[in-house]
């Protein structure tokens, strides 16, 4: 089972900005992107996404969860967090 | 035989072949294409790639299944490792170039490249950079045109810190970049080592091979590898490249202070020749 990483996208408002898993992170798990791509338009700094997405390479150090700033992450191995 | 060569290069390397940056200049507009949303989701960056495909993980047949189907995207999407002089070749034939920022580093690492945190390392090849402005999401911070002489400068600098020149073609075989990639935040270098996909990032045309006169020892190739094809052997106290691991990027080349390491045509070797 490939451990789930689950992010509050409430309070995971700005990923951008802060950035902090996505550079803690030993495996870079994380990627950022925006929601939605337009012709003639940066997309607003609210519509960028983080996700966990190469999952099988964390190794559940939970260094994500303790830098998280606003407490928006969770890693879930087996149902259990 | 190199099947994208045969096809596109008339038996020479394809990216050598100056018809594959020729991409038109205007394209039909199919109306209900243009709003198909697959041109956004690339635009979306590899974040779309990549995560459909880690998610079937937990199912190996659906996993197996979907890695099958991706590596029949060639036709769409194909990427490779050149050597410094084949990208300088490379910069000769194409116009214009652009600078331009790293979609994987921003994708993967939120650095934007603008030149505070790290300046923009990519190259955008061909006409269609004359349209940045279409889509600023992509082209945060804009783009920068270099002439031929400076475009290969870029190439040295980043090459010689370590990077790995790989060419990306988007709808193949026209040439839309060449990219400075790192592990782990390339998308491609990550899919092929990582997962296996193999289109994403053939083998280069060469391959990195010792002098064992002249190694002494000293492993800093085998710390610039990003294939983990160079290994220091401690009984012959002399680094080791594993030919068949090898995708012939040069990186080590150049950080070898004898001078001890070249690059060779792969078709020099029997066994190595199909092998991309």
Known sequence: ?81 | MCELCEKYGEGNPWYLNPMNYARPLYRKIEKDKEKEPMILEELRGPINIIKPLIDLMDNPEAFKKAKEQFSKHQERMVGQVVSLEDAKKMVEIAQPITKIDCICRRTFRATLEDGVQRPRSCLGLGIGMFRWEEWPERYKGGVEFLSTEEAKKHLEHWHKRGMVITIMAFGTPYIGGICLCDYPDCIAIRMRLDYNVIPFLLKGHQVAKIDYEECIGCGSCAQRCQFGAVKMEVTTNKSNIDLTRCFGCGVCVYTCPQDAIRLIDRKRFSTLKEEW
């Open chain 1, 1 to 81: 089972m490939l451990p789930v990483v689950e992010i509050d996208k409430k309070k995971c408002s700005t990923p951008f900005e802060c950035k902090k898993c996505l550079q803690i992170c030993p495996q870079a798990v994380f990627a950022v992107a925006p929601t939605k791509v337009e012709r003639f338009k940066e997309t607003d700094p609210e519509n960028y996404e983080v996700q966990a997405v190469f999952r099988n390479k964390c190794v559940v150090c939970m260094d994500c969860v303790k830098t998280c700033p606003t407490a928006a992450l969770r890693v879930i191995v087996g149902g259990y967090d």
